[in-house]
C-alpha cells in the first residue's frame, strides 16, 4: 500500500509524509523482533522515510533498524535518515562510520547534524569541523543530502541556517503548540522555504507531552488525530512519528492515509481552544528545560545527564 508523498526541497526526492521514528523503534522494552516487525509493516504501509540517529539508545536503534532493512532488498524501499552527534571533524568521522556499519548500508540517503539546541552549536559545527567532514562525506558519496535539527529555540535553528548555504533539510518542532511558543511555524519555516530547505516535522504531540490516552492532557482540548493533521498542515515535506506499537502505527497510517489540508475554520477553533494552554511553554518543555536533551549532548555542554 502506499502514503502520500511530498517532494523533498530541492532535492528531487519524493518522501512520504510520514517518517518512522528511531527513538521509539529503538526501545529496549519494544524487543527486538517486535520492533523489526513494526518497521516491516511500516514499509508495506507505504512509510518509506525513515528517522534515526546515531546517540538513540546507544546505537540500539540504528544497528536493529539495520538489521530491519538489511532483508528482502528493504533498504531499496526506504530514504533513510540518521543524525551525526558530533560536533568537531574526529567525532563526525567515527559517528558516519559507526551509522554506515550499524544501519548495514554504503550511503546514507539524509545525515543531519542532531539537536542543534545550544547557542553556539553552530559555531562548534562550523569551526571545529563537523560541517567540512559533512562535506567531505557528501562530496564521497557516503552521504546524498544533508539537514540539521533542533528543538529548543527559532533563533538557534536560524543561526544554523545562516553557518551553510546549501542545506537540503531542517527537522523541528511543529505542533499546535508551537503555534503560540517558540514558533518554528512562524519564524523558521518561512526562512527555510526561501532557501528551498524542506522543513520535517517533529513533535507533533509535543515530544508525548500532550498524549494521554488520545487526548491532550488539559481538559482534552484535541485528539492526536487533529494534532497529526495539523501538522501535516503546515509547510513541511513529513512529519516525523513516535511508533512503539502495531496500534500506533495503524493509528497514525489511517490518519496520513485520510490526510486532507485541515480547513481554516476547523483550525481556527483548534487554535482558540489551545492558546490559553499553549502559550507559556507548559506542553513543551524541550523547548524551555534540558530534560529532553540528549544524555550525549548535554555532555558536550559540561551539563549532567
Same mark, same amino acid.
Given at each position: 500500500m502506499s502514503l502520500p508523498t511530498r517532494p523533498l526541497g530541492k532535492t528531487e526526492a519524493k518522501v512520504s509524509i510520514l517518517c518512522l521514528g528511531g527513538w521509539h523503534i529503538g526501545q529496549p522494552a519494544i524487543g527486538d523482533a517486535e520492533a523489526e516487525r513494526i518497521m516491516h509493516a511500516a514499509i508495506d504501509e507505504g512509510i518509506t522515510f525513515f528517522d534515526n540517529a546515531w546517540d538513540y539508545h546507544d546505537g540500539r536503534s540504528e544497528e536493529i533498524m539495520g538489521k530491519a532493512l538489511a532483508?528482502?532488498?528493504?533498504?531499496?524501499?526506504?530514504?533513510?535518515?540518521t543524525k551525526n552527534c558530533g $560536533?568537531?571533524?574526529? /567525532?563526525?568521522?567515527?559517528h558516519l562510520e559507526d551509522s554506515l556499519r550499524r544501519l548495514q548500508t554504503d550511503v546514507i540517503d539524509l545525515w543531519q547534524f542532531h539537536e542543534i539546541n545550544y547557542d553556539n552549536d553552530p559555531e562548534w559545527i562550523v569551526e571545529r569541523g563537523a560541517l567540512a567532514v559533512a562535506l567531505e562525506a557528501q562530496k564521497a558519496g557516503k552521504v546524498r543530502f544533508l539537514g540539521f535539527t533542533g528543538h529548543k529555540a527559532p533563533h538557534i535553528l536560524l543561526k544554523m541556517l545562516a553557518t551553510h548555504n546549501n542545506y537540503d533539510t531542517c527537522q523541528l518542532p511543529v505542533n499546535i503548540c508551537?503555534?503560540?511558543? $517558540?514558533?518554528?511555524? /512562524?519564524?523558521?519555516?518561512?526562512?527555510l522555504k526561501k532557501k528551498n530547505v524542506a522543513a520535517i516535522g517533529m513533535k507533533s504531540l509535543g515530544g508525548g507531552n500532550m498524549?494521554?490516552?488520545?487526548?491532550?492532557?488539559v481538559d482534552g482540548a484535541a485528539t492526536v488525530d487533529e494534532c497529526i493533521r495539523f501538522a501535516l498542515s503546515q509547510d513541511i515535506a513529513s512529519l516525523v512519528v513516535g511508533v512503539d506499537s502495531m496500534k500506533v502505527l495503524l493509528q497514525d497510517v489511517?490518519?496520513?492515509?485520510?490526510?486532507?489540508?485541515?480547513p481554516k475554520d476547523e483550525t481556527d477553533a483548534l487554535l482558540a481552544r489551545m492558546r490559553t494552554i499553549a502559550g507559556d511553554g507548559r506542553l513543551e518543555p524541550s523547548k524551555s528545560t534540558q530534560l529532553y536533551d540528549g544524555p550525549y549532548h548535554r555532555r558536550q555542554h559540561g551539563f549532567a545527564e
Open positions: 532483508t528482502r532488498g528493504r533498504r531499496q524501499k526506504v530514504f533513510l535518515m $560536533r568537531d571533524a574526529e /567525532h563526525s568521522r567515527q508551537d503555534y503560540f511558543y $517558540r514558533s518554528s511555524i /512562524h519564524e523558521v519555516i518561512p526562512e498524549d494521554s490516552g488520545g487526548k491532550i492532557v489511517k490518519i496520513a492515509r485520510d490526510f486532507r489540508p485541515m
